[in-house]
T-cell receptor
Framework: DAGVIQSPRHEVTEMGQEVTLRCKPI?????LFWYRQTMMRGLELLIY????????DSGMPEDRFSAKMPNASFSTLKIQPSEPRDSAVYFC???????????FGEGSWLTVV | AQSVSQHNHHVILSEAASLELGCNYS??????LFWYVQYPGQHLQLLLK??????LVKGIKGFEAEFIKSKFSFNLRKPSVQWSDTAEYFC????????????FGGGTRLMVKP
């Protein structure tokens, strides 16, 4: 099994630019999560999809953040425009049904300068 | 409010010392409990999980955790730590009362001195 695949692994961008992070969940998994990790705030759940439908996006910081899941094998997290305070590691995770283990990707390390 | 609390933010131990990291949660309903480990510069990896049955669960690398329902706790233990256990440890909970989303505690940074 290939695991959860995220891209890019590292991105450095200038303030104001659009950033798109991508995630391919494990095949057969029907739940997908986007988390953000920072030193100050730890691991924060941004948004949770189930069967491609956003279930809870209360963790999305503000309108600059948006996430989509057009099909069961792909999701994007977009930041437009990016700001330095968005610098963090963004993890995507997936799970097969509720009550099962959630598996994490290797993360996208974002630096906004 | 529903939350997951890890009381120890930083722990420093010498090799061969015993480890216990605390985790308490405030969710009701049916809970599933997890411990994840994050080695420096790496992603989160599952150490162990509790869904049902024996409240003492054993995970990888000699770790174990005990679910005590009456105390809303799921503490992580290891009898003898190694330098390679230096990492950050996260307790996490899902609850059917909270949409089955995985919520993390604040993490505990463990440093094991050789």
């Amino acid at each position: 099994d290939a695991g959860v695949i995220q891209s890019p692994r590292h991105e450095v961008t200038e303030m104001g630019q659009e950033v798109t992070l991508r995630c391919k969940p494990i095949s057969g998994h029907n739940s997908l999560f986007w988390y953000r990790q920072t030193m100050m705030r730890g691991l924060e759940l941004l948004i949770y999809f189930n069967n491609n439908v956003p279930i809870d996006d209360s963790g999305m910081p503000e309108d600059r953040f948006s996430a989509k899941m057009p099909n069961a094998s792909f999701s994007t997290l977009k930041i437009q425009p990016s700001e330095p305070r968005d610098s963090a590691v963004y993890f995507c995770a997936s799970r097969k049904d509720t009550g099962n283990t959630i598996y994490f990707g290797e993360g996208s390390w974002l630096t906004v300068v | 409010a529903q939350s997951v609390s890890q009381h120890n933010h930083h722990v420093i131990l010498s090799e061969a010392a015993s480890l216990e990291l605390g985790c308490n949660y405030s969710y009701g309903g049916t809970v599933n409990l997890f411990w994840y480990v994050q080695y420096p510069g790496q992603h989160l990896q599952l150490l162990l999980k509790y869904f049902s049955g024996d409240p003492l669960v054993k995970g990888i690398k000699g770790f174990e955790a005990e679910f005590i329902k009456s105390k809303f706790s799921f503490n992580l233990r290891k009898p003898s730590v190694q330098w390679s256990d230096t990492a950050e440890y996260f307790c996490a909970v899902t609850s059917n009362n909270a949409g089955n989303m995985l919520t993390f505690g604040g993490g505990t940074r463990l440093m094991v001195k050789p």
